[in-house]
């Protein structure tokens, strides 16, 4: 079994770097242009698509593992950019960014570019460690590849239920003004963000299943602190707590991790 080449990691994260600092100075003009900054949303998803092809191309690990990390976070990524795409059609600028950007003293796009976009590619860059070390990885084991996938799978399974499930509720007229407590939403009040964190850590198991993928662990551990406790979950709770019904909801039903919903 060959030795992890540190150099040829070096590049594959150096060349994940510069796109993803290309992709995010591209979607800073782009917001600019259209006066909405929360297009950087949409990049989100797409961002991680971006560097799984940079490392792809680039790396020299075993090309199965290149390729199955490509396709698992196409899938993901794109279903989400075009999910986030969708909903933003016709509405304006998200309330998190426009109170971000009241606090701007000088010039608006200079300041967005590094409150949004530069925190933006940082949490991309770092959270996708797994993949760009797994792309110069060489050998493997098979269990955490199977376990990965199989996590993967749930995750995007919540995200992708979850999401179809709410905008059918949402579509629905006689639901306006009602609390979505049905289908996947009557076991955990946040489906989609747990889908989510069990996609990064399906992810990254398929990257420990090859020397040093499994020191990348804190990348997952990032992504579930971004969807519970900073800009997922906790922050959609505390808008989503002012609405009538909400506090009952909230008492029978699991913040996070899917359990059999209380009885009332």
């Known amino acids: 079994m060959r030795s992890f080449d540190w150099s040829e990691f070096s590049t594959v994260s150096a060349a994940s770097l510069i796109a993803t600092a290309i992709l995010m100075v591209v979607t800073a003009l782009i917001g600019a242009r259209i ?5 950087v949303d949409v990049t989100w998803g797409g961002g991680f698509v971006l560097i799984a092809v940079v490392a792809a191309l680039v790396g ?3 090309l199965w593992r290149r390729l199955l990390l490509l396709a698992i976070v196409a ?9 986030v795409f969708r909903r933003s059609i016709g509405k304006g600028e998200d309330p998190r960014y426009e109170e971000l950007l009241s606090k ?3 010039n608006t796009t200079l300041y967005a570019l590094r409150k949004i976009y530069l925190t933006q590619a940082i949490a991309l860059w770092f959270v996708s460690l797994p993949i760009q070390v797994s792309a110069v990885a ?7 590849v199977v376990i990965g996938v199989l996590l993967w799978a749930v995750g995007l399974t919540f995200e992708a ?3 179809a499930q709410l905008n059918a509720f949402k579509a629905d007229s006689s639901n306006r003004g009602k609390i979505m407590d049905r289908g996947l939403w009557s076991w955990t009040r946040h489906p989609n963000y747990f889908g989510d964190a069990c996609v990064w850590w399906g992810i ?7 020397w040093p993928g499994i020191l990348t662990i804190l990348s997952p551990v990032a992504m579930t602190y971004f969807l519970v406790f900073a800009t997922g979950a906790r922050l959609l709770e505390r808008s989503m707590a002012k609405r009538d019904g909400y506090p009952e909801y909230q008492r029978r039903t699991s913040y996070f991790f899917p359990l059999p919903p209380k009885q009332p």
């Open 35 to 39: 006066g909405r900054h929360s297009v």
């Open 60 to 62: 020299t690990g075993e």
């Open 75 to 83: 899938l993901w990524g794109l279903r989400l950019a075009w999910h």
């Open 104 to 106: 701007a003293t000088g």
């Open 138 to 144: 060489h050998g493997s084991v098979a269990a955490p």
């Open 161 to 163: 239920v979850g999401d």
């Open 204 to 210: 990254y198991l398929v990257s420990a299943s090859a």
